[in-house]
């Protein structure tokens, strides 16, 4: 399926359980706003990795690329500061991984000598054209969403049946979050329509979804900021 949407807190629930059945977890413990607290006490500065509530999209992606792909496919991760993907990966056996984050503190990451790490905006990369079988992207997107952008250099860094994979925050209709800025940049809670026109401009980039589209959400487990939503999760292909 192209299109999946988180449909319960119980999704999320299991799919940590399975990540931790298979020792691909890579969360720091306790969760990781917890830990948080007690580092910044301690005045420690390495990022802290993961987050409990993306449990399920990180596994999604892990499960699409051991399907799609081969352990040794270079895989791209953008916007990877703190984030568990590109971890959980190489401990699922990837052994060709790069994350870039305009965050100069991805040099902190875990496994540095396992894992290619750059400082860079992804939108305007410095890599060579078609240097990556997989591009993935968890909870990262909505947030400046500037789709031509995006999906122009996502197009180009992929080489030709290779994946976007992507995470963001959704839900069916449209929540309206004009005004509100997270990380000092705009917030897009994708609605139905916002992917369809996504999924438009790709198709404009040689990107098109490798399968069904399923739009339908059932409940809010995610609460942030006075909004409750849930997450969906798309693959594109690259396709000349």
């Not at 799919?15 to 298979?22: H, L, N, Q, T």
């Not at 720091?28 to 993961?50: E, F, I, S």
């Not at 892990?62 to 971890?87: H, M």
């Not at 900021?225 to 594109?236: K, M, N, Q, V």
Request: charged fraction near 25%; hydrophobic fraction near 40%.
């Amino acid at each position: 399926m192209s299109m999946k949407v988180l449909m319960s807190n119980d999704e999320i629930t299991m799919a940590r359980a399975e990540m931790m059945d298979r020792d691909i977890s890579y969360l720091d413990k306790p969760r990781p706003q917890l830990m948080g607290r007690a580092m910044k006490a301690l005045n420690m500065d390495r990022p802290v990795v993961g987050d409990y509530i993306k449990s399920w999209d990180v596994l999604e992606t892990v499960k699409f690329l051991e399907a799609n792909t081969d352990r040794q496919a270079p895989i791209l991760d953008i916007g990877c500061y703190a984030s568990e993907v590109t971890l959980s990966l190489y401990k699922a056996g990837f052994t060709n991984l790069t994350g870039i984050d305009l965050d100069p503190n991805v040099s902190k990451m875990p496994l540095q000598d396992q894992i290619r790490f750059v400082v860079g905006d992804f939108m305007k990369t410095d890599f060579e054209d078609e240097s990556f079988q997989a591009i993935t992207s968890i909870s990262v997107i909505e947030h400046g969403f500037n789709p031509a952008a995006l999906l122009s250099e996502t197009s180009r860094l992929l080489k030709p049946g290779g994946y976007f994979i992507a995470s963001f925050d959704y839900w069916p209709e449209k929540i309206e979050t004009a005004g509100i800025r997270i990380f000092g940049m705009d917030w897009l809670i994708f609605s139905k329509d916002d992917v369809d026109a996504m999924v438009s401009e790709a198709a404009n980039h040689g990107l098109f979804p490798v399968g069904e589209m399923n739009h339908e959400g059932q409940e809010r487990p995610i609460k942030f900021s006075g909004f409750e939503y849930t997450f969906g999760w798309l693959a594109l292909e690259k396709r000349n």
